[in-house]
């Protein structure tokens, strides 16, 4: 059964970058889309963006789009989120889920879904 395993994240002033890694293990990920979400306090749950089993990104959220990208190694068994020029209301804690041969926004329907990393961004 496939697991994911968040890392990476911390504290990081405004306009600052970090990279978080999802590490997979219990299967291969060649057939997989990989989909960050990321959960702020008190608010609902927002899917970022995807990476589809043949490399290609897919968006869902407008707040990530100029500043986070997304990328994916098969060979090390990572996913990784690039996060660029952060701000204050991107605190979260960052999750990584698995859709078996898609790309999905909605985790309900994952295969596998991480514990989360969180990321704070404050000076």
């Known amino acids: 059964q496939m697991q994911l395993v968040e890392s990476g994240g911390g504290l990081v002033q405004p306009g600052q970058s970090l990279s978080l890694s999802c590490t997979v293990s219990g299967s291969t990920l060649d057939e997989y889309g990989f989909t960050w979400f990321r959960q702020a306090p008190g608010k609902q749950r927002e899917a970022l963006l995807c990476i589809s089993s043949s490399d290609s990104p897919m968006y869902y959220a407008d707040s990530a789009k100029g500043r986070f990208t997304i990328a994916r190694d098969n060979a090390k068994r990572k996913v990784y989120l690039h996060l660029n020029r952060l701000q204050l209301e991107d605190t979260a804690v960052y999750y990584c889920?698995?859709?078996?041969?898609?790309?999905?926004?909605?985790?309900?329907?994952?295969?596998?879904r991480g514990q989360g990393t969180p990321v704070t961004v404050g000076s």
């Open positions: 889920a698995a859709f078996w041969g898609t790309c999905s926004s909605d985790d309900r329907y994952s295969s596998s």
